[in-house]
């Protein structure tokens, strides 16, 4: 079963910065385009960035220009790093596949933005 631990969220005022990280047990990323997602309370969970093998991303427009995602297959991590934070950027992050059966949902990591 495949594990995936999210880490670096904090608290962080507005227009400040943090870079997430998302480890996977075994060699799990390689070969898969894999996506940071984020889930509001009340919310549904969207997905905000996705990096397919060659390093290459895309972004949802909310966060485009701001966040940069990234990736190390030899490490088994993803990263997400996140500028100019806004208080609408408050959530539970996770990373996970972007297509075919997912893997089972890490803990997340929570952000939180606010003065």
């Known amino acids: 079963q495949v594990q995936l631990v999210e880490s670096g969220g904090g608290l962080v005022q507005p227009g400040g910065s943090l870079r997430l990280s998302c480890v996977g047990s075994?060699?799990?990323?390689?070969?898969?385009?894999m996506g940071w997602y984020r889930q509001a309370p009340g919310k549904q969970r969207e997905l905000v960035a996705r990096?397919?093998?060659?390093?290459?991303?895309d972004y949802a427009t909310s966060v485009k220009g701001r966040f940069t995602a990234s990736r190390d297959d030899a490490k088994n991590t993803v990263y997400l790093q996140m500028n100019s934070l806004k208080p609408e950027d408050t959530a539970v992050y996770y990373c996970?596949?972007?297509?075919?059966?997912?893997?089972?949902w890490g803990q997340g990591t929570q952000v939180t933005v606010s003065s």
């Open positions: 996970n596949k972007v297509a075919g059966t997912l893997f089972r």
């Open positions: 075994g060699s799990v990323f390689s070969g898969n385009a």
């Open positions: 990096i397919i093998n060659s390093g290459a991303a």
